[in-house]
């Protein structure tokens, strides 16, 4: 794996994630009568323009390597995404939470490790 | 008691979101196929698009149209940490699939990542994980 391969890995990430915060928040506010439609549709435009540009980049990276050598970064999304949740849409998850997503980490990190 | 009134609606979101796994996980499986059955051009560009050429990549994009469907449903009502946290069981279904379909192996250790990831999703995307439910 290439430092550029990481690179693209990491971003695909990035881009997967801002997509379903997009997706997320669009979809709360797709139900609030006082937000216009057009915001709503613009909103999930995007998310779904990042979400795409994940697919394809994703693609790329398995039609390039071996699962087991993409996979792990696949792993980082759970945490990439309790830090925007947290960060951007309020959500707060209990302690049971946390170590679930610590153990789904570690579970991807050894399942595409071995 | 909230969690009473919620329960059918919640019931049904988990329902969809199992759905959503088995669709993306079919869809990830036959985009492998497709990336991997049509040789690709050494280092042209970081897109892989001569996989668009293969018949699975197409079924494989329409499997996620019908997971992404799904998830936009899922996240009308769900957090979307709590929704995402069981989502990561694709990573579950997918050794799984690939093992049952694509003839990859699974070792001991792969066999006790795939228990780690199912045990921290069931953990995770419980309504206890949510602090603010916990009211």
Known sequence: LTVGAIAICVFCQLCLVGGNLLLK???DAAQQAV???SRV???LLMGVILLALWFFLWLGLLGSWDLTQVYPFEGLSPLLILLGTRLFLGEHISARGWTGIAMIGTGVAVLTTS | MNQLVAAPRS???YIQLGLN???VATAEILLKMGATSVPT???TGIFNLEALGSFATWIGIGFYIAGFLLWL???RTMALSQAYSFSCLVYVAVPLGAWALLGETISLSRGFGILLV???CLLASSPAAMAEERL
Request: aromatic share 0%; hydrophobic share 40%; proline share 0%.
């Open chain 1, 25 to 27: 928040h669009s979809m």
């Open chain 2, 73 to 75: 449903s899922v996240l």
């Open chain 2, 21 to 23: 796994v088995l669709a």
């Open chain 2, 41 to 43: 051009t050494s280092g």
């Open chain 2, 11 to 13: 019931l049904s979101s």
């Open chain 1, 35 to 37: 937000v216009s439609r």
């Open chain 1, 41 to 43: 549709t613009i909103g």
């Open chain 2, 118 to 120: 199912l045990s921290g």
